[in-house]
């Protein structure tokens, strides 16, 4: 725990660094000497920020007359949000195909995102702040897929669209807790009594009890099945969660034994690491130069965050049982990006004629009338085994045009997800340590 501690500090004292440099691509000086002054300050605690009385995180800074904090710091946080997150254009008016956000901008505007809309409870305040977050993301990536309308009328014109929607689209989810797949584990049954478990405070909530997390009971001997069969990393955790849990409760429940992560994500992940390596050498066999591997698997935290937003807030999941982290598809997963549109039909034929997995779904993109953003590809769920697991794995088939503009889009995507675990996620790790 040290080590993650110490660890966050410096991803923080970097981060306030990035920001204090903050360099304004309008050469507007009083926002550049703003930020000087906001990200030189001690009292910018990045690592552990405090909100009060239903505040942000900025507006408590703000507030407190203690900090003597510049004025007007919150409107001017919006603006400079705003200006990092246009995009560059030409003299036309249109989006630079060449352009896009480099680091030092993603990071500023991950943490100032951070500041506009932490709060310590999920309340009015902090849902009107994320709206208004979200609408200027969307404000700005609608310019950046202006692009992609281009792209479909060309595709359209030269009659090759059509190729692309008759690629199939169709078939039933299958649930990573399936009989056919992770369902039939040993270690699953195990510990299904566990995977199972409903949320403690209320059975029936789909929404968090107590700051944002879903609490579950766990017993000595469940945690030494996880201990003996799990990475000792993801055990390490486990444990860690536990013991906040159990900081938690000491005063209230003392002798409770419980875990504020769905448990089943940590036997989820740790069966993903298993089957990808194999998983990933059979898409290197198919696709060659195509693929774009894969090799690390999605983290726990990241599973976590996409079961609460992606699916407990979800209407279309109401009806699903615990675990809901089940329904994640995507933790082993590749990219096959493919030049041509012809490309992307021999891309699934092969798919589909492989022997060693089995094509379960396909959610075609092409054959949408409107995705999000004007953003198609085609999603093959399969299920692969490997090192005598199962599971339901993702490949993505991707048009390269739409490839070059879906780099672009993802940097939108993390900074308008930004929410209470922000200080530890592992966006922000990846912007101020990858090169």
Same mark, same amino acid.
């Given at each position: 725990?040290?080590?993650?501690?110490?660890?966050?500090?410096?991803t923080?004292?970097?981060?306030?660094?990035?920001?204090?440099?903050?360099?304004?691509?309008?050469?507007?000086e009083?926002?550049?000497?703003?930020?000087?002054?906001?990200?030189?300050?001690?009292?910018?605690?990045?690592?552990?920020?405090?909100?009060?009385?239903?505040?942000?995180?900025?507006?408590?800074?703000?507030?407190?007359?203690?900090?003597?904090?510049?004025?007007?710091?919150?409107?001017?946080?919006?603006?400079?949000?705003?200006e990092?997150?246009?995009?560059?254009?030409n003299?036309?008016g249109?989006?630079?195909?060449?352009?896009?956000?480099?680091?030092p901008?993603?990071?500023?505007?991950?943490?100032i995102?951070?500041m506009?809309?932490?709060?310590?409870?999920?309340?009015?305040?902090h849902?009107?702040?994320? @709206? *208004? #977050?979200?609408?200027?993301? =969307? /404000?700005?990536? &609608? !310019?950046?897929t202006?692009?992609l309308?281009?792209?479909?009328?060309?595709?359209?014109?030269?009659?090759?669209?059509?190729?692309?929607?008759?690629?199939?689209?169709?078939?039933?989810?299958?649930?990573?807790d399936?009989?056919?797949?992770?369902g039939?584990?040993a270690?699953? @049954? *195990? #510990?299904?009594?566990?995977? =199972? /478990?409903?949320? &403690? !405070?209320?059975?029936?909530?789909?929404?968090?009890?107590?700051?944002g997390?879903?609490?579950?009971?766990?017993?000595?001997?469940?945690?030494?099945i996880?201990?003996e069969?799990?990475?000792?990393?993801?055990?390490?955790?486990?444990l860690?969660?536990?013991?906040?849990?159990?900081?938690?409760?000491?005063?209230?429940?003392? /002798?409770?034994?419980?875990?504020?992560?769905?448990?089943?994500?940590?036997?989820?992940v740790n069966?993903?690491?298993?089957?990808?390596?194999?998983?990933?050498?059979?898409m290197a066999?198919?696709?060659?130069?195509?693929?774009?591997r894969?090799?690390?698997?999605?983290?726990?935290?990241?599973?976590q965050?996409?079961?609460?937003?992606?699916?407990?807030?979800?209407?279309?999941?109401?009806?699903?049982?615990?675990?809901?982290?089940?329904?994640?598809g995507?933790?082993?997963?590749?990219?096959?990006?493919?030049p041509?549109?012809?490309?992307?039909?021999?891309?699934?034929s092969?798919?589909?004629?492989c022997?060693?997995?089995?094509?379960?779904r396909i959610?075609?993109?092409?054959a949408?009338?409107?995705?999000?953003?004007?953003?198609?590809?085609i999603?093959?769920?399969v299920?692969?085994?490997?090192?005598g697991?199962?599971?339901?794995?993702?490949v993505?088939?991707?048009?390269?045009?739409?490839?070059?503009?879906?780099?672009?889009?993802?940097?939108?995507y993390?900074?308008?997800?930004?929410?209470k675990?922000?200080?530890?996620?592992?966006?922000?790790y990846?912007?101020?340590?990858k090169?």
């Amino acid at each position: 725990k040290k080590a993650q501690d110490d660890r966050l500090q410096k991803t923080f004292a970097k981060s306030k660094e990035i920001c204090s440099n903050y360099k304004s691509r309008s050469s507007n000086e009083d926002l550049q000497a703003f930020m000087k002054e906001v990200f030189t300050k001690d009292w910018v605690k990045l690592s552990y920020p405090i909100s009060v009385n239903g505040k942000t995180w900025a507006e408590t800074i703000a507030d407190d007359p203690a900090n003597n904090a510049p004025k007007g710091m919150v409107e001017s946080l919006w603006k400079v949000l705003d200006e990092i997150l246009e995009p560059e254009t030409n003299g036309d008016g249109k989006v630079r195909a060449a352009w896009k956000m480099d680091k030092p901008s993603k990071t500023t505007a991950f943490v100032i995102s951070a500041m506009l809309t932490y709060t310590l409870a999920k309340d009015a305040k902090h849902d009107e702040n994320m @709206k *208004k #977050l979200k609408e200027i993301v =969307k /404000s700005k990536v &609608l !310019k950046v897929t202006e692009m992609l309308k281009k792209i479909e009328e060309k595709l359209q014109a030269d009659g090759k669209y059509n190729q692309l929607v008759e690629c199939g689209n169709g078939g039933k989810r299958m649930r990573q807790d399936d009989e056919q797949a992770l369902g039939k584990h040993a270690t699953f @049954k *195990k #510990l299904e009594r566990l995977f =199972k /478990s409903p949320n &403690l !405070k209320d059975p029936s909530a789909r929404s968090c009890p107590y700051y944002g997390f879903n609490y579950y009971d766990v017993t000595a001997e469940e945690e030494k099945i996880m201990d003996e069969t799990m990475d000792k990393d993801i055990v390490d955790w486990f444990l860690q969660q536990r013991q906040s849990c159990y900081v938690a409760f000491k005063y209230t429940e003392p /002798s409770a034994r419980r875990i504020n992560f769905e448990p089943f994500l940590f036997f989820l992940v740790n069966s993903a690491r298993k089957v990808n390596p194999a998983f990933q050498d059979l898409m290197a066999s198919l696709y060659g130069d195509w693929l774009h591997r894969c090799d690390v698997v999605k983290k726990v935290q990241r599973c976590q965050d996409k079961v609460a937003l992606d699916y407990m807030l979800d209407t279309e999941f109401k009806d699903d049982k615990p675990p809901i982290g089940a329904l994640l598809g995507d933790v082993v997963r590749c990219m096959v990006v493919c030049p041509t549109p012809e490309d992307v039909v021999e891309a699934m034929s092969k798919l589909k004629g492989c022997k060693k997995l089995t094509v379960l779904r396909i959610k075609n993109g092409f054959a949408a009338k409107n995705p999000a953003f004007g953003y198609r590809q085609i999603l093959v769920n399969v299920l692969f085994e490997a090192n005598g697991v199962s599971m339901v794995c993702e490949v993505q088939v991707n048009l390269a045009d739409y490839v070059f503009i879906k780099e672009k889009i993802h940097t939108y995507y993390s900074i308008s997800r930004v929410g209470k675990n922000f200080a530890s996620s592992p966006e922000m790790y990846g912007l101020v340590w990858k090169p």
